[in-house]
């Protein structure tokens, strides 16, 4: 199971909104002065809010542990990157009998055929609330 720590920041029914509070990567100046964190704070000036399964009727506010399976992260990624641009080159490959106009249109294809598989839900591992935390403290 992957672990982080994170903040709710609004419940609505059985889910739970949290923005994760991650620790600085390396510690020395906490985030304020390497070039990681400028570009972090130029691309997300406010951390971005997920949605979580609350199974521990956590409440807005609190510090929680957020934890998904392993191997959902590894799936994801399989889904959103090398699934279309498998198909964009295996369509480019096959269009390319008739020339480059062909394998262009054949990539084309092959993309636009891995929007409905990576927009598919089945089998996703939704993250879910593992217990109360403190915010910044690692988990194993």
Do not use: F
């Not at 957020?66 to 994801?76: K, N, P, S, T, Y």
């Not at 369509?91 to 990539?107: C, E, I, K, M, Y």
């Amino acid at each position: 199971m992957i672990e982080t720590p994170a903040r709710v920041t609004r419940v609505e029914g059985a889910t739970a909104w949290v923005r994760t509070e991650s620790p600085s990567s390396c510690g020395a100046c906490g985030g304020k002065g390497c070039g990681n964190s400028l570009y972090a704070r130029l691309l997300h000036p406010r951390e971005p809010e997920y949605p979580v399964t609350n199974l521990i009727s956590a409440r807005p506010g609190q510090a929680v542990i957020v934890g998904v399976q392993d191997g959902a992260v590894l799936r994801a990624v399989w889904r959103g990157y090398l699934l279309p641009l498998v198909l964009l080159l295996l369509g480019a490959v096959l269009g390319a009998g008739w020339g480059d106009a062909g394998a262009v249109l054949g990539g084309l294809v092959g993309l636009a055929l891995s929007v409905p598989l990576v927009r598919q839900r089945a089998g996703w591992t939704q993250p879910e609330i593992l217990r109360l935390g403190e915010v910044g403290c690692a988990s194993r």
